[in-house]
């Protein structure tokens, strides 16, 4: 009897531990083939991050898919271009970024500053003038006219007013993918002219300075605002799937539909787009890829960002968080910002940045609930940096402030500045540091986030678009935030979180953890730079580097970590290619976890689970079919028993 129980007790805890491993293995799964392409190109950044980030998430699982059902062919018409260039000149980096802005540069042009004063040029690819003001030593090439929202409002009206989705993110991409082959020339015309040794490339809608450096054969290092789909975990979602930022307390229905369903309808929606690409890419010779990330899944990625913002999760060696990248000294307050913020006591500064604006009915709302707050002395004075962009309403006849009489300043309480140009920008992180700022409204944009980390001020945050959401959720999260829903803005809503955060004993002492940890991270910076550094010198040790391949090449040096070999080929291009994968293989090998080299189902150990599993699913199987033989031989042998004695009866 003993015995049996005791096996019976051995086969529950069998049972729990099958079921528990066969949860970790689809995990692993999935894992598995979401960092495959985790590596893709993603785009993500501030004020688009999210979009981007699920673009390359939905990449990433389709260049999975793609990659168990094709072998990869090398693109006959792919031909490397060779500048000339002398090993022990000064190192060159080219920056590059598609969208532009302070949002998409500051953090990369912040790291170079760095570099610059260690000896290195630094020159820009990105849309407008923004050096000439910000960065006086650093060149740029410009792609075009400053990334303007107001006069792309064909793509951005429904982004900012409609409720926002995945699908609202290709609206963005579909215009960015059509300027691919513009923005592969400047990037050409540039490299030719500046000849780098590094390209620094934002994630954003950047595909063609990634494949620019791959054309050259010179490494490129990824940066973004944002961990997120470049590294995998299963409860790390994000609010434009319909999800939340962190599923930890989702049902199994809504955690089935985030991890698998969302985003392969994403990688459904992303399909033909990569299609297209592809052919672009080729075009101008450039060998096509599964995913954005491909290319650069073995190269280095910074991430502006931190953990506290970020949801906690493991992170490779080649993702390197370097976030909040801040800057040495920040604008002062003009003469008259400062007498306005020292006149008035509990002061609530609003911004949206310099490219995102609302409804007209939103913005109305937004005016009566400042006049609202004022009324209830919640709040007594309100700075409000308008970016230009914006309609404003004339407010209905209840009140009897005319909408014209705040914007220009005649009303005590409310004081308007703009932010026109990278010329005259409000001087924000001032602002947000007086002591009478008590909160920001924002819209959550990760730059405005971090600085107001930085000081210690609380958030009622508004999001727009892209990143913004999964930005105020995070927040939320930390008890230092509240977020508003731009479909549905009602005043009452706005007046008791403004109250709210002002009271809660909870949100300050959440706010002081908060800071304390932004400061420290803040100077990551300089490891920033270190980590790229590193790179440069590592490529310059490389002998499949492009300053040493001419010398090289023909001499059949091209081959997997550096070594000789005689059965290369470069001659062909197939094996050109196979070189290309190798140069970024080699190039960081410290940091390359073995899991990648090991192929999908050794790499993952689906193997050695697998084994396991059957293994327990035999010793279950077997002892159940002992305990039923046995049970059945006991109940037959009663029966017949029984049977006998009733017979004998
Ligand atoms: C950029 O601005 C600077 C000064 O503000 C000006 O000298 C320069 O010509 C501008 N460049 C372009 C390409 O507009
Ligand atoms: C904020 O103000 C404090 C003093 O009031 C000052 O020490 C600090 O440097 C300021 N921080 C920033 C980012 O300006
Ligand atoms: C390279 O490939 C070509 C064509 O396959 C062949 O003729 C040639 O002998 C090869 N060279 C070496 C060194 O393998």
Redesign the pocket.
């Known amino acids: 009897m003993s015995s049996s129980n005791s096996s019976n007790r051995l086969s529950k805890n069998q049972l729990i531990l099958t079921f528990i491993l066969l949860f970790h293995l689809i995990i692993i799964g999935i894992n598995a083939s979401s960092s495959d392409n985790t590596n893709q190109a993603d785009s993500s950044s501030e004020t688009l991050s999210t979009e981007s980030r699920k673009s390359t998430e939905t990449a990433s699982w389709w260049s999975f898919f793609k990659k168990i059902g094709i072998k990869k062919k090398a693109d006959p018409k792919q031909k490397f271009i060779q500048i000339d260039k002398d090993i022990n000149e000064i190192k060159n980096i080219l920056v590059g970024s598609f969208v532009g802005g302070l949002s998409h540069l500051r953090p990369s042009l912040e790291i170079c500053k760095i570099l610059i004063e260690r000896g290195y040029k630094v020159a820009l690819v990105a849309p407008g003038?923004f050096t000439?003001?910000n960065y006086p030593s650093i060149k740029q090439y410009?792609t075009g006219p400053e990334h303007n929202t107001k006069e792309l409002s064909h793509i951005y009206k429904p982004i900012f007013e409609k409720p926002y989705d995945y699908n609202s993110f290709f609206l963005e991409k579909d215009e960015a993918d059509k300027q691919y082959l513009e923005r592969f020339e400047v990037y050409k015309r540039s490299t030719i002219d500046f000849k780098p040794d590094l390209f620094l490339c934002d994630l954003l809608n950047n595909e063609a300075c990634f494949d620019i450096a791959w054309k050259f054969k010179i490494p490129a290092i990824g940066i973004s605002s944002s961990l997120n789909k470049r590294t995998f975990a299963p409860y790390k979602s994000d609010p434009i799937y319909g999800c939340h930022s962190n599923m930890e307390k989702g049902s199994f229905i809504e955690r089935f539909k985030c991890l698998i369903i969302q985003p392969a309808r994403f990688l459904y929606e992303s399909r033909q787009r990569i299609i297209s690409l592809n052919e672009k890419r080729l075009s101008v010779g450039v060998s096509p890829i599964s995913s954005s990330l491909e290319r650069i899944k073995n190269s280095l990625f910074l991430a502006d960002t931190f953990f506290g913002f970020e949801i906690p999760h493991p992170v490779p060696p080649l993702y390197q968080e370097i976030g909040p990248v801040m800057q040495e000294s920040y604008p002062p307050l003009t003469s008259k910002l400062s007498s306005f913020l020292s006149s008035h006591k509990r002061i609530m500064y609003v911004s949206f940045g310099m490219q995102v604006y609302t409804t007209q009915e939103n913005y109305a709302i937004l005016l009566k609930s400042f006049l609202e707050v004022i009324d209830r002395n919640i709040i007594d004075g309100i700075v409000w940096s308008l970016s230009g962009l914006e309609d404003f309403p004339t407010l209905s006849d209840d009140t009897q402030l005319e909408t014209s009489e705040i914007l220009n300043n005649r009303y005590t309480h409310i004081y308007v500045t703009t932010s026109l140009s990278l010329k005259e920008l409000t001087p924000q992180v001032s602002i947000l540091n007086h002591t009478n700022t008590k909160i920001f409204l924002t819209h959550g944009g990760v730059a405005s986030c971090h600085e107001s980390l930085y000081v210690g001020k609380p958030m009622l945050i508004l999001p727009f678009a892209s990143d913004q959401f999964s930005n105020a959720e995070k927040l939320e999260e930390q008890g230092i935030a509240l977020k508003l829903d731009k479909m549905n803005l009602q005043v009452d809503d706005i007046v008791r979180k403004i109250e709210l955060l002002q009271l809660d004993a909870r949100v300050k002492i959440n706010l002081k953890r908060m800071q304390v940890l932004t400061k420290i991270n803040s100077k990551r910076k300089y490891r920033a730079a270190d980590l790229i550094e590193f790179v440069m010198k590592v490529s310059q040790l490389n002998p499949n580097n492009n300053d040493v391949n001419k010398n090289v090449i023909g001499k059949k040096k091209y081959k997997k970590e550096g070594k000789e070999s005689s059965e290369s080929n470069e001659t062909y291009p197939e094996s050109i290619e196979h070189v290309t994968e190798d140069i970024y293989e080699w190039l960081l090998k410290e940091w390359v976890t073995p899991d990648t080299r090991m192929g999908f189902i050794r790499g993952k150990y689906l193997d050695v689970y697998g084994v396991v599993l059957i293994l327990l699913f035999s010793i279950i199987w077997f002892v159940v079919w002992t305990g039923w033989s046995l049970v059945s031989f006991i109940v037959n042998s009663i029966a017949s028993l029984f049977e006998g004695k009733l017979k004998s009866d």
């Open positions: 003038n000439s003001t410009s």
